[in-house]
């Protein structure tokens, strides 16, 4: 089966700066790749997806790259503020069957 | 759009009852919903899969008969732990997806504690 590795599983920035999570993947036939951040307490809320026909793509402060060849991809925060601060999940899926997600980064936003 | 709800968001039960836990999509019609449980500090962890009028898909290790589901309508799915005990507290969260969609939409969750 799929098998997703994510790190750092922590991550501290000063507010104003950037902040990157990387995950790879290892079943290349996964072609959907979802990003999550979960306050604490709280359901995962999704932030930004990528399907494996993009390189990448951006909403705003928020970026998703994906290198097929390298079974890699990875979330770009820039200009970071403290409500960014919470645990994300990276996650991959090939068609409409079940998503596996990674071990998840708690971000920390320092002000 | 594509909200999803659950209810309740915090139940405390004593051992040996049972509980049920409802995921309802708002907005959209749910074909497919996952049920996940989350330990803290840890990842999600997939229970099982119910499509709409089918019974659940439950993954290994997963014990259908204690954690029993139901997809009866397209904005509907139950899950309803049967005699709790402690080491069943943990935070249960649902998803949903459209027809044909890929993105799982998530629930606020559930966290469960039993006595």
């Known amino acids: 089966g799929e098998n997703v590795e994510q790190h750092p599983s922590t991550l501290s920035v000063q507010e104003g700066d950037s902040a990157v999570i990387k995950c790879t993947y290892s079943?290349?036939?996964?072609?959907?790749f979802p990003w999550y951040k979960q306050e604490l307490g709280k359901g995962p809320q999704l932030i930004i997806d990528i399907r494996s026909n993009v390189g990448e793509k951006k909403d705003q402060r928020i970026a998703v790259t994906l290198n097929k060849t390298a079974k890699h991809f990875s979330l770009h925060i820039t200009e970071t503020q403290p409500e960014d601060s919470a645990v994300y999940f990276c996650a991959a899926s090939k068609g409409y069957q079940k998503v596996t997600f990674g071990i998840g980064t708690k971000l920390q936003v320092i002000p | 759009g594509a909200v999803v709800s659950q209810h309740p968001s915090r139940v405390i039960c004593k051992s040996g009852t049972s509980v049920k836990i409802e995921c309802r999509s708002l907005d959209f019609q749910a074909t497919t919903m996952f049920w996940y449980r989350q330990f803290p500090k840890q990842s999600l962890m997939l229970m099982a899969t119910s499509n709409e009028g089918s019974k659940a898909t439950y993954e290994q290790g997963v014990e259908k008969d204690k954690f029993l589901i139901n997809h009866a309508s397209l904005t509907l799915s139950t899950l309803t732990v049967t005699s709790a005990h402690p080491e069943d507290s943990s935070f249960y969260i649902c998803?949903?997806?459209?027809?044909?969609?890929?993105?799982?939409?998530f629930g606020p969750g559930t966290r469960l504690l039993v006595l």
């Open positions: 079943d290349s036939a996964s072609n959907y």
């Open positions: 998803s949903a997806t459209e027809l044909g969609m890929e993105t799982q939409y």
